[in-house]
């Protein structure tokens, strides 16, 4: 059983005044910033997984996701939090990292306790939360270095170029081979031992690759996804 008629964002705004009663200031202001990151994410995204008749209420009330929809629809639209809002649209350290994921698992735990949401709806998103808590630091990580090893290739030199969200299909001796979403094409990669060392499985970076008369090289680094 859960409860009715509460929107998200009264919701979320209990969720922080209750956690203001025991955390310290400085750990509070890293909640409550996670807390309206959460928000601008549900406001801007969480209406494309709307079915059709909600769809149409959202377009009637003209309001903001937060204030129409209730305490259902938070948990489902963490994963888009933390694996795509987290890292390509908020500009944050590591440290700030670990502590969205962090909060998701404790907004999880506390939605159950209060009876917002239900049990299996709630561990789902505590182990979510606790994964990115580990994974979302070492993908910044990964981002900074791809970043560091960017080459410059000139058009003379440049024979092919590949955009596309690659991940590692295996580990040689000094590189990677790397394969596209979209290009499923095999790419090797030399790369430093540290950074393929940061690079796990089933973790996506978006690439521009650049091919030469002696193989592929990284031209530009962007985001790196490992949720």
């Known amino acids: 059983m859960t409860k009715i008629g509460y929107a998200i964002s009264q919701v979320l705004e209990k969720f922080l005044d209750e956690q203001g009663k025991r955390l ?5 202001r890293k909640y409550r910033e996670v807390i309206e990151l959460l928000k601008d994410c549900l406001n801007g995204y969480a209406y494309q997984s709307l079915d059709k008749e909600e769809s149409g209420l959202y377009k009637r009330e003209d309001m903001k996701f937060c204030d129409v929809f209730g305490s259902e629809k938070i948990l489902p639209g963490t994963g888009e939090f933390m694996g795509y809002f987290m890292v390509r649209k908020v500009i ?11 909060v998701t698992k404790k907004l999880a735990k506390w939605l159950h306790a209060e009876g917002f ?3 299996r709806s709630a561990e789902f998103a505590v182990e979510a939360g606790s994964e990115a808590s580990k994974v979302l630091p070492g993908a ?13 290739i000139s058009s003379d030199e440049l024979i092919e170029e590949v ?3 690659f991940s590692i299909m295996d580990v040689k001796p000094d590189g990677v081979v790397l394969s596209g979403l979209f ?34 090289h990284i031209i530009s680094a962007g985001n790196v996804y490992p949720l």
């Open 24 to 28: 310290k200031p400085a750990t509070m």
């Open 92 to 102: 944050a350290g590591k440290e700030f990292l670990k502590y969205s994921g962090t």
């Open 117 to 119: 949401v239900d049990e």
């Open 140 to 152: 910044e990580e990964l981002s900074n270095m791809l970043y560091d090893i960017e080459e410059y």
């Open 163 to 165: 955009f596309d969200h």
């Open 183 to 216: 290009d499923t094409r095999r790419f090797y990669v030399k790369l430093p031992h540290g950074v393929v060392d940061k690079w796990h499985d089933g973790w996506e970076a978006s690439l521009q690759l650049g091919k030469t008369g002696d193989g592929w």
